[in-house]
Antibody, heavy 122, light 110 residues
Framework: EVQLVQSGAEVKKPGESLKISCKGS????????IAWVRQMPGKGLEWMGIIYPGDSDTRYSPSFQGQVTISADESISTAYLQWNSLKASDTAIYYC???????????????WGQGTMVTVSS | QSVLTQPPSASGTPGQRVTISCSGS????????VNWYQQLPGTAPKLLIYTDNQRPSGVPDRFSGSKSGTSASLAISGLQSEDEADFYCAAWDDSLNAYVFGTGTKVTVL
């Protein structure tokens, strides 16, 4: 079964660092881009950025550039999302999603992780 | 503040047809493929429609997508209670150099 399994919920204090993970299985992890998507409480979906595990080519949304770091370790089929100094406004559910190329020649996020809830509170 | 605008809500009775609009611009919908995602309460999003009007395997043909110019639409025919969810359109934006999601539409089955 093709799936993405994310790490568990986190509760952190402002200023702390955090790295959450997204492990792929059932497919060739290194040949599909992996995106990260934020969903703040009661709000919509926001694309944060994307990484190609095969060569770690990474693109960031201008809104998240410099705020987070996306990385991947293809040897263990895992992508990561990292913060150096969390803020209360980082409280959200974070999803990873696999990008697939369809026969139409266009891409879409076809497989999603279950989400990781990150709570930042003093 | 998303660049893809959707109505905040839509509703219908079982069996009815509901349509959700997604308004964008020439830098996104007008030049890129549109995808639609369904998010059932408390769950991760799921791909519903890709490349404007294509259904992934397993998605009922009650769901259909269309696009014209800088707008796209998702139609749900034969509305069912299990269709209650949030729906998001999405596309790459050439100007922002980022993938953008719509503002989201909550569908309620009356």
């Amino acid at each position: 079964e093709v799936q993405l399994v994310q790490s568990g919920a986190e509760v952190k204090k402002p200023g702390e660092s955090l790295k959450i993970s997204c492990k792929g299985s059932g497919y060739s992890f290194n040949i599909h881009w992996i995106a990260w998507v934020r969903q703040m409480p009661g709000k919509g979906l926001e694309w944060m950025g994307i990484i190609y595990p095969g060569d770690s080519d990474t693109r960031y949304s201008p809104s998240f550039q410099g705020q987070v770091t996306i990385s991947a370790d293809e040897s263990i089929s895992t992508a990561y999302l990292q913060w150096n100094s969390l803020k209360a406004s980082d409280t959200a559910i974070y999803y990873c999603a696999r990008q697939a190329r369809y026969s139409t020649g266009w891409d879409a996020f076809d497989i999603w992780g279950q989400g990781t809830m990150v709570t930042v509170s003093s | 503040q998303s660049v893809l605008t959707q109505p905040p809500s839509a509703s219908g009775t079982p069996g009815q047809r509901v349509t959700i609009s997604c308004s964008g611009s020439s830098s996104n919908i007008g030049s890129e493929a549109v995808n639609w995602y369904q998010q059932l309460p408390g769950t991760a999003p799921k791909l519903l429609i890709y490349t404007d009007n294509q259904r992934p395997s397993g998605v009922p043909d009650r769901f259909s997508g269309s696009k014209s110019g800088t707008s796209a639409s998702l139609a749900i025919s034969g509305l069912q209670s299990e269709d209650e969810a949030d729906f998001y359109c999405a596309a790459w934006d050439d100007s922002l150099n980022a993938y953008v999601f719509g503002t989201g539409t909550k569908v309620t089955v009356l």
